[in-house]
């Protein structure tokens, strides 16, 4: 099939445009600057040798995008008017043949983007399993240009161009930076691309050569639609340089646009634009689309032998692990596991420390719970697709243990029980969003109840970040409320002490291997060297601002405030070493 913005044949050569004597243009450059209009004099002058590929030439293109056409300002908001270059716009049907079948609240949203006789950018807020990639579509269909959609991560990309197949897409009008190939020398790709935020920030020395060409190619022209999901990324650090790509509508997609920074205040006026829609939990769970589901933070003392494995740990991250994993937590999720597998759910455990996992997987069978897979960074994408599937099918009910990779966007289909065994940071984000992994309906099985465990040790620091996050999800609109274990009515065996001294030595080793590797990597070793620079220079200034008020001699001290910066104590003497080398 023809594309419909493939570029004429190449010119003859007395058509060409003039190139300096000291210089040659590839046959690919060639067409490339033809194309863009590129000036080869400046080509030369910003290129310094004798023969210019065509990458050079998107490169200087992506260095200086052109401006996007058909925007206007209206009342300080960026709008797009479709009559201004209608001639650009792609054939009807390439983003679907016919209107999708859109609920009440997905007509709104569109009405809001569509406001006027333009589309105007912004956020549209729509809780999870609300169909934001079905609103993304009817954008694109309607506008009909260019579409890059930046997303999470790669399984992400792979569920939004099945929605896009789905939604009556064809195969070749789709694709994704790093698994599809497509020639990047046409004007646009394709109508429909999709990357990943990491991959169009990452150095460019890590990238293969063709995933660098597709990129440029990308940047290189000016987009129609750029869409964010998961759009409260955007205002980190990282990826804040993504929203100046050249585009005539930009449009972010989240669940939840919460932030424990100020970044939200920077989405709304900077980065991508105001909130143009949100939608409420409680009308999805009323008009069938959500279910409805409860949170019980549940209260896990400690044990005499966890305490002591407290007292002898170097870092806040052996604290973490033996927080996580101590034997009365690991008894009470056997428990809810058990209970649960009786009744054929499908449960999600969330663990954010990655290190002792295989130790809670070992934990569990010995007690007699079977765990069906262990997904984490290093599970590769083929097999995560496996995993999940397996799980959606699987009748009889099943538990998987997960890391932070399953937080966004993950379609795992009829789970509807979550265990959340460690607690390590108040993100309201986070709990938003894993709640939303249950929140679908599962029409086999309507009558189930949802329900999230968030078990915290009592006494340590999960307790505080357990109560703000519980707080906050009562304002969201789900029940959340504090229990203690034994009000949930397990049937919980004794524990054997032998096992538990144990258990606590083999977790420890874990954290201490998980640590050495992490010393051991030379990027870690400069972030560590950073963030003790960072903490001296911030003690000092403390130290100075106190001496000044109390009118007395300035006095320093080689030891950073622990509380905010945990290590072990052979970093620390690493990092006194090399900052006084």
Sequence with gaps: RAHPLRPPPLPPLSCRPFTPPHMTLTLDAQRLAIDFGVDPRLMAERCDKPCVQASD??????????????????????????????????????????????????????DAVFAGTGAQSGIVVVPCRGGKTVIAMEIAR??????????????????????ALRCGMAADDVAIIGTDAFDWRYPFPVPLVIATYHMLIGEEDNRRSDNLNMILAVRARALGCLFFDECHCVASREFCKLPSFSANLKVGLTASLVREDDG???????????????????????????????????????????????????????????????????????????????????????????????????????????????????????????????????????????????????????????????VVSGSR??????????????????????????LFTTGTREEAFAAKRSEYMRDYGIPSRMLDASELRLSLPPIDEDEEAQGVRDIAAAAARADDAAAASPARQTAATQATNRLFREEKHAKRARAQRRGGPEQYSLVPNRRLFHESEEQFARGVAFKSA
């Design 57 to 110: 030439v998107l490169q200087y293109m992506a260095d200086h995008p052109p401006a996007p056409r058909g925007v206007s300002t209206c009342d300080g908001a960026r709008v797009w008017q479709p009559a201004e270059d209608p001639a650009e716009r792609f054939e009807p049907g390439t983003f679907g043949s016919e209107p999708f079948r859109l609920r009440g609240y997905q007509r709104e949203a569109l």
């Design 429 to 454: 984000n986070q709990i938003q969003q894993r709640s939303g992994r249950i929140l679908r309906v599962d029409a086999s099985r309507e009558s189930v109840s949802c329900v999230m465990y968030v």
């Design 142 to 163: 309607r506008v009909r240009l260019p579409v890059l959609v930046v997303v999470s991560h790669a399984q992400s990309a792979a569920q939004w161009k099945a929605e």
């Design 264 to 422: 939200v205040d920077a989405i709304k006026t900077t980065l991508i634009g105001p909130v143009l829609y949100e939608v409420p939990l409680e009308r999805l769970i009323g008009e069938g689309v959500a279910r409805r589901m409860s949170i019980l933070n549940v209260r896990v003392p400690l044990t005499a032998c966890a305490q002591r494995g407290l007292k002898l740990a170097t870092n806040q991250h052996q604290q973490d692990c033996l927080q996580a994993m101590h034997a009365h937590k690991v008894a009470v999720l056997a428990g809810i596991a058990r209970h649960h597998l009786a009744r054929r759910d499908h449960i999600l455990v969330f663990c954010d420390v990655i290190s002792p996992i295989d130790f809670l997987k070992r934990a569990l069978e010995r007690r007699g719970i079977a765990v069906f897979a262990t997904v984490s960074g290093a599970t590769a994408l083929e097999c995560r697709h496996e995993v999940f599937r397996r799980f959606r099918n699987e009748p009889s009910g099943a538990l998987v243990l997960l890391t932070k990779v399953a937080d966004n966007s993950i379609d795992v289909g009829k789970a509807s029980v979550i265990v959340e065994m460690s």
